[in-house]
T-cell receptor, first 113, second 111 residues
Framework: DGGITQSPKYLFRKEGQNVTLSCEQN?????MYWYRQDPGQGLRLIYY???????QKGDIAEGYSVSREKKESFPLTVTSAQKNPTAFYLC????????????FGEGSRLTVL | KNQVEQSPQSLIILEGKNCTLQ??????????LRWYKQDTGRGPVSLTI?????NTKSNGRYTATLDADTKQSSLHITASQLSDSASYIC??????????FGSGTRLLVRP
């Protein structure tokens, strides 16, 4: 079945550690996105990529990094520079940038201990 | 500032009843408006996408309306089921394709 797979579902990290969240899609979509979701707030865009080997900062990119070496994959690294990393992270994809339906993965919940 | 405001923040209804969720936006210029359903701990799933020229769009028991003049949208759920318990998120896109997300309405359907 086509879709977006995020892993891990739950992740615990000690302060000062970098962690990488995986996002893979087999929908043949060009555009991929990372969002952060906090209680009581709307989703906020961290990074997005319109095409392989290209990505752009979103509204809250500080403390995060991404890569887009393959069309199917868009991993997100939460670095130790991110001051408040505990959140629910959602990966999404669409045919082209913000065009048509946005398909989301199941999310990754990161907790910093 | 482009904003999307949803009301109410939370809502409790009895199974079988109808309900209406509201979305007001200040996004300009407007491109489209989307409603998503998000189960707890899961990713959002698209319910409807409406452009400027569409007033109403249905998806099963879900009916979305759009009034582009007053910049308001509503999501009506008919004959609610326990599985409708979720957060409902309104998202508005401007002409530069930027998506602005509302904070959602949390719906609880009780038996």
């Amino acid at each position: 079945d086509g879709g977006i797979t995020q892993s891990p579902k739950y992740l615990f990290r000690k302060e000062g550690q970098n962690v990488t969240l995986s996002c893979e899609q087999n929908l043949n979509h060009d555009a991929m996105y990372w969002y952060r979701q906090d209680p009581g707030q709307g989703l906020r865009l961290i990074y997005y990529s319109q095409i392989v080997n290209d990505f752009q900062k979103g509204d809250i990119a500080e403390g995060y990094s991404v890569s887009r070496e393959k069309k199917e994959s868009f991993p997100l690294t939460v670095t130790s520079a991110q001051k408040n990393p505990t959140a629910f992270y959602l990966c999404a994809s669409s045919i082209a940038q913000n065009t048509g339906e946005l398909f989301f993965g199941e999310g990754s919940r990161l907790t910093v201990l | 500032k482009n904003q999307v405001e949803q009301s109410p923040q939370s809502l409790i209804i009895l199974e079988g009843k109808n309900c209406t969720l509201q979305c007001n936006y200040t996004v300009s210029p407007f491109s489209n408006l989307r409603w998503y359903k998000q189960d707890t701990g899961r990713g959002p799933v698209s319910l409807t996408i409406m452009t400027f020229s569409e007033n109403t769009k249905s998806n099963g028991r879900y009916t979305a309306t759009l009034d582009a003049d007053t910049k308001q949208s509503s999501l009506h759920i008919t004959a609610s089921q326990l599985s409708d318990s979720a957060s409902y998120i309104c998202v508005v896109s401007d002409r530069s394709y930027k998506l602005i997300f509302g904070s959602g309405t949390r719906l609880l359907v009780r038996p």
